[in-house]
């Protein structure tokens, strides 16, 4: 089945836009990025973005908005939507992700170039012989920003379905070059080039899933050291 179309939608984006002063956005689903990219980015003294569904909460100061996400590529697709209609042209989105490779480990860093979509939400926006891809200018800033924390570029697989990443899945998108998997990247990728505005994703590895057995590493003094340091990083190239 093709659930791609390429005729007009009967509701619009335009139509759920927000007044929202900020042309560039970060956009992170767990809790303990947030304060710390309202830190970085110097939000403490903003003012509280206006509601969007899929998002938690958010905040904005200087051309810069910040928000906390649901989990899962139709909540962060929908209100990815309605960040683009209201003027964003730019978005980094910062998560946590499962690691596929042995040159991944946790507390490292991955920077999606391409995707396996296994969401469903992407299938609306490409067709389904589409690869999703960040764009390709932002993605290069981000390269040069990201350089002291040694990011690894590959491949992302997104998922709706945690609970059947199988075995047999993780080594065959091993093999094809996937270093990580998630929920949302693929689906946001393919909002961002359906729409025409920059997107890239830098996920922190958060547990490993090659060997066979699920290694979680939540709430580690590691992983929560990475976190932060990105969290830094990030706010430098997005406060250009």
């Known amino acids: 089945m093709e659930w791609y179309s390429k005729g007009r ?5 335009e139509m759920t836009r927000v007044d ?46 910040l928000f906390k996400s649901d989990v899962g590529a139709p909540a962060s697709s929908m209100a ?20 596929l490779s042995h040159s991944c480990p946790v507390g ?19 067709p389904s012989s589409t690869v999703p891809k960040p764009s390709a ?11 002291d924390l040694e990011p690894r570029f590959g491949g992302v697989w997104s998922t709706d379905a945690p609970y059947r990443e199988t075995v047999g899945k993780v080594n065959e998108y091993a093999a094809k070059g996937v270093l990580a998997v998630d929920m949302e ?4 990728m393919a909002v961002a080039m359906r729409r025409k505005a920059e997107f890239a994703a830098v996920l922190t ?9 699920w290694d979680p590493a939540f709430g580690t003094r590691k992983l929560n050291r990475s976190r932060d340091s990105l969290c830094e ?4 190239l997005m406060l250009r």
């Not at 990247?185 to 946001?188: E, N, P, R």
């Not at 990083?233 to 430098?236: G, I, V, Y």
């Open 80 to 99: 990815l939507e309605v960040l683009i209609a209201s003027g964003v042209r730019r978005i980094l989105m910062l998560g946590l992700a499962g690691s």
């Open 108 to 126: 490292s860093f991955v920077v999606p170039t391409w995707g396996v979509r296994e969401e469903g939400t992407s299938y609306h926006y490409l």
């Open 20 to 65: 929202l002063p900020a042309d560039r956005a970060v956009v992170s689903f767990t809790e303990g990025f947030y304060p710390k990219l309202v830190e970085s980015l110097g939000l403490q003294g903003g003012t509280r973005a206006p509601h969007i569904p899929g998002f938690h909460k958010g905040m904005c100061r200087d051309g810069v908005a």
């Open 9 to 13: 939608e009967i509701i619009r984006p």
């Open 205 to 213: 590895i958060s547990d490993t899933l090659y060997g066979d057995e």
């Open 137 to 147: 200018r932002f993605l290069r800033e981000v390269k040069t920003a990201l350089s």
């Open 233 to 236: 990083k990030a706010a430098e």
């Open 185 to 188: 990247t693929t689906a946001m």
